[in-house]
C-alpha cells in the first residue's frame, strides 16, 4: 500500500491469532502518531472487534456516529490488543475513528500499561 497512512485511520489487515497459528482479515486502529508512520516501516494498531464485552475494561466502544465508512457494525477497539505491523500488511483504509474516541482510546491504552 503506497499510500500515507495516519492516526485515527481504520485499516484492514490479516491479524494474527495470538498462538500464531494463523490470522483472519480484521480491521484494526492505527494508534501510532503521523510522524511515526511517516518514518517507520511499520505501524503500531489496536485490534477492532464486533464482539463486544461491555464487562472489558480495556475496550472502547465505537457507536456508529463514531466512525467514518467502513466498519459494518457496532464494535469495539480492544486497547489491550496492540500489534506492530508492516505496513505492507495493510489490506486497504476503511474508515477513520472520531477524535472524541480515539482519545478514550488513548487514554484506555496508556492506562493498560
Known sequence: ???ILKSKEIVLLPFP???QSGAKRRPALIISNDKFNSKSPDLIVCAITSNIDPSDPYSVFIEKEDWKAGLYSESCVKSSLI???HKGLVLKKIGWLSAER?????EKVHGSM
Open 102 to 106: 480515539f482519545n478514550q482510546v488513548m
Open 17 to 19: 491469532f495470538s498462538d
Open 83 to 85: 500489534l506492530t505491523v
Open 1 to 3: 500500500m503506497g499510500e
